[in-house]
């Protein structure tokens, strides 16, 4: 199963070095994210959390490994709305769901943004990684980015 999964990842982006930028990136989601989701081993599923506070992610950097089944929770514990905005990020990964507090589920290609709400909002995203590299996460409310609200995520 595992064979089958980098044989897929391998015909995605994986064989191409060095590792494309940001820039660089797809601009549409990866085309076979389905066959991703499928053949990743869901029950090895890593666990990463995002805190949100006034103003910043804990942690600045996320690291994660192309072809690992991830759940990544977006928890907001600040006093004001926040945004998870990561365009390149979003469009280089294969998107299982979107979990928001084990009410709803929401199945998308991709995202840009995910708005998490204040005091206590909470969205888990559940996704494999695809493509390696840089990619940014920051925060398009106000002036919350220039505050330091904005941080790094990489893929090795
Ligand atoms: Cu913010």
Same mark, same amino acid.
């Given at each position: 199963? !595992?064979?089958?999964?980098?044989? +897929?990842?391998?015909?995605? @982006?994986? %064989?191409?070095?060095?590792?494309?930028?940001?820039?660089?990136?797809? $601009?549409?989601?990866?085309?076979?994210?389905?066959?991703?989701?499928?053949?990743?081993?869901?029950?090895?599923?890593?666990? /990463?959390? *995002?805190?949100?506070?006034?103003?910043?992610?804990?942690? $600045?950097?996320?690291? @994660?490994?192309?072809?690992?089944?991830? !759940?990544?929770?977006?928890?907001?514990?600040?006093?004001?709305?926040?945004?998870?905005?990561?365009?390149? @990020?979003?469009?280089?990964?294969?998107?299982? !769901? %979107?979990?928001?507090?084990?009410?709803?589920? +929401?199945?998308?290609?991709?995202? !840009?943004?995910? $708005? *998490?709400?204040?005091?206590?909002?909470?969205?888990?995203?559940?996704? *494999?990684? *695809? /493509?390696?590299?840089? @990619?940014?996460?920051?925060?398009?409310?106000?002036?919350?980015?220039?505050?330091?609200?904005?941080?790094?995520? +990489?893929?090795?």
């Amino acid at each position: 199963m !595992k064979t089958m999964l980098q044989a +897929i990842l391998a015909t995605t @982006f994986l %064989a191409i070095a060095p590792p494309p930028s940001p820039a660089m990136a797809a $601009e549409r989601h990866i085309e076979n994210a389905d066959e991703i989701v499928q053949q990743a081993d869901w029950n090895a599923m890593k666990t /990463v959390t *995002v805190v949100f506070e006034e103003h910043g992610y804990t942690p $600045e950097e996320l690291r @994660f490994q192309a072809g690992t089944a991830y !759940k990544l929770v977006l928890r907001n514990e600040g006093e004001k709305h926040h945004y998870f905005t990561a365009p390149e @990020f979003f469009r280089s990964i294969a998107t299982r !769901k %979107a979990m928001v507090n084990g009410q709803a589920e +929401i199945k998308a290609p991709y995202f !840009k943004a995910i $708005e *998490v709400l204040k005091e206590g909002g909470q969205l888990d995203l559940y996704f *494999v990684p *695809v /493509v390696r590299g840089r @990619f940014e996460v920051y925060c398009t409310i106000d002036d919350h980015r220039e505050k330091g609200m904005e941080g790094q995520i +990489i893929v090795e």
